[in-house]
């Protein structure tokens, strides 16, 4: 074997054990993220069939985060009729959009409630007096979606965006703030907005794509390792 040859193999099995490296990296990644997801779905599920609580007050709303992502939650208020705001929105219904609606809630503060879809921009103007209503606590969206950002001068939404629709609807000044949350309201029968067409699924194919990086990690290894010993073995024959 010349010292050109021996050069060229080691260059080869240095990119491979990098390679190697790199790839179980990611297969192990893949797991943790695994195991991440699994405690995601276990703890939706959990929130998602919990007794229905109190909507969490000002106190509570620095600390709202992935935890609380679709908690059943029961609320009483008063809707502020005319101050809907439209996103756009996909559902098993077709295209159409979200109506979102703020509460005053009998606890003295104001909640988006996403009342529900319709696939034109008519709105039915919602339950006038005290309503009562469950639903699902959901995290602002921020950024806009569908690959487009939200354009609150023109009055277009692609996203549930909390913090701008509060400004684009001059609710900051309501009495015991807005919560920095809006709910999904559960079904209450067909009448627009159809209610209750949250959709609560997470792709789970994190071990699918780890066994993957594992199995072109062995590949790889495996590759080299009979580069190497051919290679050794022609210099000796």
Known sequence: MTRRSRIRLLVIDALAVLLVAVLLGLGTWQVHRRAWKLDLIARVEANTHGEPA???GPDAWPEIGERDAYRRLALTGTYLAGRDTLVQALTERGGGFWVLTPLRTRAGFTVLVNRGFVPERRVP???????????LLRLTEPGGGFLRANDAAADRWYSRDVAAIVEARDLAAEPGGVAPYFVDAARSGDDAPVSGLTVIRFRNDHLTYALTWYALALMVAGGALYLTIDTWRRRGS
């Open 54 to 56: 109190m909507p969490p």
């Open 125 to 135: 103007p919602p339950p006038a007096g005290e309503t009562a209503l469950t639903g």
